[in-house]
């Protein structure tokens, strides 16, 4: 079946450790995104990708990295330099096709907690 | 500053009701879709709305969207405890690959 993959589902970090989400997808499309969640809030973008070997910081990218070496994934490592990365973390991809009408299709979440 | 706002923020509703969910967006854009998400869930895609005018239906649910005014509404007929979760309305911004969310509406369908 066609979808996005992220794992872990629950992910806990220790102080000054980097951590990374995975995120695969197998619908072939171009574009990929990062979002965090906090709970009772909205999503807010981290990251974006247009295409491989391309990335753009979104509006919270501080303390976070990513790396787009393959169509299907799109990996986000929470540095040790994020403060505070409890949260829900969920992965997107959009196609961009010419009859497509842009919607983002999300993966099942990674729920990260701090130790 | 760019902005998405949705209202109501919560919302309790007995089965059976009628009621619509505002989204009101600052940005130049040309689609606004809905999501749905259970708790503890993923995002689930409901309605993409294309162009001024456009009304889209599913079930018990219906959203619109006036681009003139900036605003999308997602109406729900006789509401079912089932439709109970959190609803988000998103733009896209025009000539980017960028999103923004709405803060979410809360939904409780009262049995």
């Known amino acids: 079946d066609g979808g996005i993959t992220q794992s872990p589902k629950y992910l806990f970090r220790k102080e000054g450790q980097n951590v990374t989400l995975s995120c695969e997808q197998n619908?072939?499309?171009?574009?990929m995104y990062w979002y965090r969640q906090d709970p009772g809030q909205g999503l807010r973008l981290i990251y974006y990708s247009q295409i491989v070997n391309d990335f753009q910081k979104g509006d919270i990218a501080e303390g976070y990295s990513v790396s787009r070496e393959k169509k299907e994934s799109f990996p986000l490592t929470v540095t040790s330099a994020q403060k505070n990365p409890t949260a829900f973390y969920l992965c997107?991809?959009?196609?961009?096709?010419?009859?497509?009408?842009?919607?983002?299709?999300f993966g099942a979440g990674t729920r990260l907690s701090v130790l | 500053e760019l902005k998405v706002e949705q209202n109501p923020l919560f919302l309790s509703m007995q089965e059976g009701k009628n009621y619509t969910i505002y989204c009101n967006y600052s940005?130049?854009?040309?689609?606004l879709y809905w999501y749905r998400q259970d708790p503890g869930k993923s995002l689930e895609s409901l309605f993409v709305?294309?162009?001024?005018?456009a009304v889209k239906q599913e079930g018990r649910l219906m959203a619109s969207l006036d681009t003139k005014a900036r605003l999308s509404t997602l109406h729900i007929t006789a509401a079912v405890h089932d439709l109970s979760a959190t609803y988000f309305c998103?733009?896209?911004?025009?000539?980017?690959?960028?999103?923004?969310f709405g803060t979410g509406t809360r939904l409780k369908v009262l049995a």
């Open positions: 709305l294309l162009s001024n005018g």
């Open positions: 940005t130049t854009s040309d689609r």
């Open positions: 998103a733009v896209d911004m025009r000539g980017t690959y960028k999103y923004i």
């Open positions: 997107a991809s959009r196609d961009s096709g010419r009859a497509a009408k842009n919607i983002q299709y």
């Open positions: 619908l072939n499309h171009d574009a």
